[in-house]
């Protein structure tokens, strides 16, 4: 998914434990798996965060 020319999620990710997450629309929502940059401070801080 591409806004204005930039990434904004990945298609999917496969994360340590064998699941696999997918970026979908569905009749709930719309689920987005993203990647977060580490080289700008506030990506850093939502990072701390989430781990």
Known sequence: MATKGYDAGVKEYRD???RL???DV???GFFVVIKLRDDIEKA????????
């Open 26 to 28: 569905d009749d709930v």
């Open 44 to 51: 850093k801080e939502i990072n701390r965060g989430i781990n």
């Open 21 to 23: 997450w997918k970026t």
């Open 16 to 18: 340590n434990s064998g």
